[in-house]
């Protein structure tokens, strides 16, 4: 267990569709890291926040969005869904979003556009 | 800091070593990590180094970096059924974008007894 915790762990919506992935990274951390896992694609990073801020964007749609709340926890909402978003959406959390930094993964939320 | 490679399958008999093997193109790169997903699972942190080490050993871990040749990898000692999963390789470039990690496609280790 990294300490890290996503919810929904399954989420099967229709495509138009808007959802939200929720993510608690571990204790004490500062950081948290969105990344998309898809069969084409691979692990894509999408987005990162630090202290509630914005700190990195990575391949992440205007369709997407994402925010930290000043508890740490962190959304990723995805709007106007498709059947190409159907993928493994990974949250991960570090201390201080550095590149020393170690980052811990939670379980995903697997989503499904039908 | 965008081209981490990795071969997508290896097979091995329980008891051997496993090998698997990674290059990464950021000279600049700070750390280097090694992840474990397991089938459904998310990813769990196996091991990483730093570039300016050469070896790290953890138990049945080795991990061998050759930064001339942007080389890693990852040796894990008397496989185990239970070894089975997909490896995946990640560095951290230094840069405008610190702490997001990049990452190979994943190698699927296929343990046979």
């Known amino acids: 267990d990294s300490g890290v915790t996503q919810t929904p762990k399954h989420l099967i919506t229709a495509t138009g569709q808007r959802v939200t992935l929720r993510c608690s990274p571990r204790?004490?951390?500062?950081?948290v890291y969105w990344y998309q896992q898809s069969l084409d694609q691979g692990l894509q990073f999408l987005i990162q926040y630090y202290n509630g801020e914005e700190r990195a964007k990575g391949n992440i749609l205007e369709r997407f969005s994402a925010q930290q709340f000043p508890d740490l926890h962190s959304e990723l909402n995805l709007s106007s869904l498709e059947l190409g978003d159907s993928a493994l959406y990974f949250c991960a959390s570090s201390p201080e979003g550095r590149g020393a930094d170690t980052q811990y993964f939670g379980p995903g939320t697997r989503l499904t556009v039908l | 800091g965008e081209d981490v490679e990795q071969s997508l399958f290896l097979s091995v008999r329980e008891g051997d070593s496993s090998v698997i093997n990674c290059t990464y193109t950021?000279?600049?790169?700070?750390?280097l990590y090694w992840y474990k997903q397991e089938p459904g699972a998310g990813l769990q942190l196996l091991t990483y180094i730093f570039s300016n080490m050469d070896m790290k050993q953890d138990q049945r871990l080795t991990v061998l970096l050759n930064k001339k040749d942007k080389h890693l990898s990852l040796r894990i000692a008397d496989t185990q059924t239970g070894d089975s999963a997909i490896y995946f390789c990640?560095?951290?470039?230094?840069?405008?974008?610190?702490?997001?990690?990049?990452f190979g496609r994943g190698t699927q280790l296929t343990v046979w007894p």
């Open positions: 990640a560095e951290s470039p230094r840069g405008s974008t610190l702490g997001r990690l990049y």
């Open positions: 950021d000279s600049s790169s700070t750390y």
């Open positions: 204790s004490g951390d500062l950081s």
